[in-house]
């Protein structure tokens, strides 16, 4: 496999970072992660938005800019032959002697990877997936999509030992958003609800073009937290991310929803969005 670091696209085995790469040492980085289908980008101006907004929040130069890392990301997946899959993007401030305060001038560092996947035919968007519900104990700052992912992977590994999918974040009683994915009920009366966006939870690219798909089918939708109980209660429930697109989720903690199987207005939105995507792609 090819993958690109700060200027040059080497084989895996030839890249280096530095051991003092505040990536390494601090979590001190942002990534994207962009999906691909027909060997072409969705939604990839989304994901340089949200890049370029994750660096300033945390006042990181720009490596290079949204239509270089386009031009890089598009010779990758050409390189290494990607028709389904995605491509991993990942900014450091970079590397410096070791100090909890950001140095002076650093060059942040850009790191890519590729990586192949059956994003289409996804066993678990058809039958759907199963979540348990789990505190969110992750820093208060999850707008800004670093790589510090260690209370997600906890998260998840909660979920596999309990043997279900995912976990579903929770705080004072609502429900934030999934380990990796934005979280979505509908209610009994057909209303799309999902967290209204804020500190708490990542601005999902796909959440912005699930909704705005939502809204063009004569969809009700409601920006607002929910708690677990009404999640419990809910007719559907489902999660959107760049790779999963849209995915029902059919239980929560063992507790069926509707009927325990994919609903309509996820299966509905999840065939749109796939449409359009590879309509663009
Ligand atoms: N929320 C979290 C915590 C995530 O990690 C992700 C994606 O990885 C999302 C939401 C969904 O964002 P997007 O649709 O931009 O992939």
């Known amino acids: 496999r090819i993958v690109y670091v700060n200027g040059k696209f080497l084989p895996e085995e030839d890249a280096k970072i ?13 990534y994207e992660v962009s999906s691909v289908l027909n060997g072409k980008l969705i939604d990839n101006e989304g994901h340089m938005w949200r890049l370029k907004r994750s660096l ?38 970079g590397a410096a002697d070791r100090d909890f305060t950001y140095p002076a001038n650093t060059k ?19 039958v759907g997936i199963t979540v ?29 030992a309990a043997g279900a999918d995912d976990a579903w974040l929770v705080e004072d009683g609502f429900v934030t958003e999934g380990s990796s994915s ?13 967290r209204h966006l804020g500190n708490e939870i ?14 063009e089918e004569g969809i009700k939708i409601e920006e607002r937290s929910f708690t677990v109980d009404e999640a419990l209660a809910a007719a559907e429930a489902f ?16 507790q069926k929803i509707g009927d325990g199987t994919p609903g309509p207005i996820a299966q509905k939105l999840r065939g749109i969005y796939m449409e359009e995507a590879l309509k663009a792609s």
Do not use: C
């Not at 959440?207 to 939502?214: G, T």
């Open 202 to 215: 990542l601005a999902g690219i796909t959440r912005k073009a699930a909704l705005r798909l939502a809204e």
């Open 56 to 93: 300033d929040e945390l006042e990181m130069q720009h490596p290079a800019s949204a239509e270089e890392i386009e031009t890089i990301q598009k010779t990758l997946i050409e390189k290494n032959g990607i028709e389904e899959g995605l491509v991993y993007l990942q900014v450091t401030r």
């Open 132 to 160: 348990i519900t789990s505190p969110d104990i992750r820093w208060q700052r999850r707008d800004i999509k670093t790589v510090s992912l260690l209370a997600a992977s906890m998260a998840k590994m909660q979920a596999k």
């Open 18 to 30: 530095s051991v003092f790469d505040r990536g390494f040492l601090f979590a001190d980085a942002v």
């Open 108 to 126: 942040p560092s850009l790191v890519m990877f590729t990586q192949k996947k059956n994003l289409l035919e996804s066993p678990q968007a058809k």
């Open 239 to 254: 999660v959107t991310s760049a790779t999963t697109f849209v995915t029902p989720v059919v239980s929560i903690d063992g």
């Open 182 to 194: 934005n979280a979505y009920i509908v209610t009994q009366d057909g209303t799309v609800v999902t």
